[in-house]
């Protein structure tokens, strides 16, 4: 692939990001720029009772006006809904996430709806808006996602069946504050599963079609922040060094992919997360080796860039050696930090995995990709091996 004679490209990526130990606990003075006074918390049951909430509100004081966590593992159109009617009644004014993927696309969906008024259902396209949104403040608790710094939200819409991809420049979060004691408490699955979706976010932003220098080089390091330091992550959840870098890797994964794409690879994952309840980012690091094998040939130059962070392209290597030895790398990364190897581990079974391939021909991550996805069955072959 490379860069074609007629490259161009916009690099937008307008979230400040504050970084360090404690930095949570001064989310009242650092949202103070963005205008709002009347806060809403967005988060979960699980951060709640993981005790991560508490020293938030407190912070906040009397500028928290209520605090919403009436939130699945997927997020739903409804679950939008219901937070953006939580807010208004409130009369919130800014919008403070605290959690993973779902509790920040939640927020983000309900940034729009406190703005604009309606459904989220009323929005079914992307770049819809004409205005910025009601300011997010984002305060992740797993790394992975990156929806901290980009304009996507991942919405289930049980209507159809299918999760949305609610893509929106004018909802982008204004600031991420990222604290490495946030995310201590992950446990080893789902700190390999969040760092996969990371890793995932990285190779992807490198292999779609409107890859360019700025997220290359955020990807670039991303993969290597990951292989050095997820690893340490998932033998010692309380290595804040190891933590913090696996944070700053997922951002730099995110802004890279937010701008650039992603590929078949989330396109399956989406797919199969709408259909069996795979959480994502586990169903990313299963099918990501497969899926580099499907697009080898398309892209040995990228895959190259891959090896090259993961130190095993060894001299003499030519692009699609290197690129082979970037797809073994990925196969022993994922064994190492102990992460699902198969779809039936997380209980897929072979009928799934056919509705999954015909859904991910309408997913729009697949437009991206760098091979040209042809057939429903192409996408089924990949499952089948990871089955
Ligand atoms: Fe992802």
């Known amino acids: 692939m490379g860069y074609d004679s007629d490259l161009s490209f916009n690099y937008f990526g307008p979230t400040k990001i504050i970084f360090g130990i404690d930095s949570s606990k001064d989310v009242e003075i650092e949202m103070g720029p963005y205008g709002g006074t009347k806060a809403v918390v967005v988060t979960d049951e699980g951060i709640i009772k993981a005790g991560l909430i508490d ?61 604009e008024g309606g459904s989220l259902r009323d929005f079914n396209g992307v770049q819809l808006l004409s205005r910025p949104q009601t300011p997010h403040v984002v305060i992740p608790t797993t790394a992975g996602t990156g929806s901290e710094v980009t304009n996507v939200a991942v919405i289930m819409d049980k209507q159809m069946g299918q999760k949305r991809l609610i893509v929106e420049h004018f909802n982008i979060p204004r600031l991420a504050i990222l604290d490495p004691k946030m995310t201590a408490k992950l446990p ?60 700053i890797a997922a951002t730099m994964a995110g802004w890279a992919f937010g701008l650039s794409g992603v590929g078949n690879i989330h ?62 790398a990925m196969r022993a ?26 859904l991910s021909l309408g997913d729009g991550a697949i437009l991206n990709n760098p091979r040209l996805v042809l057939d429903a069955s192409e996408m089924l072959g990949i499952y089948k091996k990871v089955l």
Do not use: W
């Open 188 to 247: 080893k699955l789902m700190t390999a599963g969040t760092g996969m979706d990371a890793m995932t976010h990285a190779v992807e932003a490198l292999h779609a079609m409107p890859h360019e220098p700025i997220t290359d080089g955020l990807a670039i390091h991303a993969i290597r922040l990951l292989s050095r330091y997820l690893p340490l992550c998932v033998a010692n959840g309380n290595d804040l060094v190891a933590r913090g870098q696996v944070q």
């Open 333 to 358: 990364f994922t064994k190492k930090i102990g992460h699902p190897q198969k779809l039936s581990e997380m209980k897929v079974k072979e009928n799934d995995i056919v509705k999954a391939a015909e």
């Open 267 to 328: 396109a399956l994952a989406h797919s199969i997360g709408a259909v069996a309840h795979v959480p994502h980012g586990i169903a990313n690091g299963i099918l990501i080796a497969e899926c580099m094998e499907f697009n080898i040939e398309s892209c040995p130059e990228e895959y190259a860039l891959v090896a090259e962070a993961f130190g095993v392209r060894e001299k003499g290597m030519d692009d699609m050696d290197a690129a082979k030895a970037a797809i073994a």
């Open 55 to 115: 020293h938030i509100v407190k912070a906040l004081g009397t500028k928290c006006v209520g605090v919403f966590s009436d939130i699945p593992q997927d997020t739903g159109v409804e679950v939008v809904d219901a937070g953006a009617a939580f807010a208004k009644k409130n009369g919130a004014d800014i919008v403070v996430s605290v959690g993973g993927g779902s509790v920040i696309d939640t927020a983000k969906g309900m940034c729009m709806i406190i703005t």
